[in-house]
């Protein structure tokens, strides 16, 4: 049998310079399910993405997927990209399975956990106060350039991963500090600067962008302080969910937010297309 990918639709173009097409699965013509396929906004026009792959019931478990999967990396290919990526449920395991058994590799997960009524308190000798503008200077500095740095190291290329750190903090911090919506503070430990936190606050949610540690206060549990700042800080503004994203290669603080609760929303891998 034969499976193999039929346009339903013209290529689409987006006005944020993305394109994208959907197809039915097809074997021997007939239609077993349907793939989307489309370009990345965060990486650009080099990095594929596979938006939505399914696959009628009966037709599953027949190798469909596999070959549907197979068949966007040649259009993607076709469409002059290197890489491609694709998000799965965190739940899906199967459609986990399947993504690594292709080569994808993880990138990272989004993480999410339900938060209560009461704030956390913070413990004895720990408070935090808003960061400043000299800070929030500072900050800025040292974190785009690790920001960038970080999807380096997973497989994004340099000029690509520079180009996509400057882009999400132009959408992202339009005003820098003043930016509404979002909270920048400082973590103190007995009167002495120990990290730095930046929340968002959404329409129904709470997202933690940026938690660190500084570098001489590690292993003090100033990690876990930090992390009950931002729960505190998401049921102080009527949120009752908070989401963050690690990225992969980071066990320290996989084990931190698993212990606090944490659980996969979604998975992102890639992979490199030869």
């Given at each position: 049998m034969t499976t193999t990918l039929r346009p339903t639709?013209?290529?689409?173009?987006?006005a944020d310079g993305t394109r994208s097409r959907r197809y039915q699965v097809c074997v021997n013509s007939r239609p077993v399910g349907e793939i989307h396929l489309g370009t990345s906004p965060a990486f650009g026009a080099t990095t594929a993405r596979i938006l939505d792959?399914?696959?009628?019931?009966?037709d599953r478990r027949r190798g469909r997927a596999t070959v549907a999967?197979?068949?966007?990396?040649?259009?993607?290919?076709?469409?002059?990209?290197?890489?491609?990526?694709?998000?799965?449920?965190g739940r899906a395991e199967a459609a986990l399975k399947l993504f690594e058994t292709l080569g994808y590799v993880l990138r990272g997960r989004e993480l999410e956990k339900?938060?209560?009524?009461?704030?956390?308190?913070?413990?004895?000798?720990?408070?935090?106060?808003?960061?400043?503008?000299?800070?929030?200077?500072?900050?800025?500095?040292?974190?785009?350039?690790q920001y960038a740095r970080l999807w380096i190291e997973?497989?994004?290329p340099e000029a690509e991963a520079y180009a996509k750190a400057r882009r999400d903090q132009e959408s992202f911090l339009p005003r820098g500090l003043a930016t509404e919506d979002m909270l920048f503070?400082?973590?103190?430990?007995?009167?002495?600067?120990v990290g730095t936190l930046w929340?968002?606050?959404?329409?129904?949610?709470?997202?933690?962008?940026?938690?660190?540690?500084?570098?001489?206060?590690?292993?003090?549990?100033?990690?876990?302080?930090?992390?009950?700042?931002?729960?505190?800080?998401?049921?102080?503004?009527?949120?009752?969910?908070?989401g963050l994203h690690v990225h992969a290669g980071n066990p320290p603080?996989?084990?931190?937010?698993?212990?606090?609760?944490?659980?996969?929303?979604?998975y992102a891998l890639y992979k490199n297309l030869l």
């Amino acid at each position: 049998m034969t499976t193999t990918l039929r346009p339903t639709e013209p290529l689409q173009h987006a006005a944020d310079g993305t394109r994208s097409r959907r197809y039915q699965v097809c074997v021997n013509s007939r239609p077993v399910g349907e793939i989307h396929l489309g370009t990345s906004p965060a990486f650009g026009a080099t990095t594929a993405r596979i938006l939505d792959l399914r696959i009628e019931e009966p037709d599953r478990r027949r190798g469909r997927a596999t070959v549907a999967a197979l068949a966007a990396e040649e259009v993607a290919r076709g469409w002059g990209c290197r890489q491609i990526e694709t998000g799965v449920p965190g739940r899906a395991e199967a459609a986990l399975k399947l993504f690594e058994t292709l080569g994808y590799v993880l990138r990272g997960r989004e993480l999410e956990k339900q938060l209560g009524d009461t704030p956390p308190a913070l413990p004895a000798g720990s408070r935090a106060r808003p960061m400043t503008e000299a800070e929030f200077e500072t900050w800025h500095e040292v974190s785009s350039e690790q920001y960038a740095r970080l999807w380096i190291e997973r497989g994004v290329p340099e000029a690509e991963a520079y180009a996509k750190a400057r882009r999400d903090q132009e959408s992202f911090l339009p005003r820098g500090l003043a930016t509404e919506d979002m909270l920048f503070s400082v973590l103190e430990h007995q009167g002495t600067p120990v990290g730095t936190l930046w929340v968002a606050r959404r329409e129904d949610t709470a997202f933690v962008f940026d938690v660190e540690s500084a570098p001489a206060h590690r292993g003090k549990g100033h990690g876990r302080t930090l992390m009950l700042l931002a729960e505190a800080q998401a049921i102080a503004a009527g949120r009752r969910a908070l989401g963050l994203h690690v990225h992969a290669g980071n066990p320290p603080a996989e084990r931190l937010y698993e212990s606090l609760g944490y659980e996969t929303k979604r998975y992102a891998l890639y992979k490199n297309l030869l």
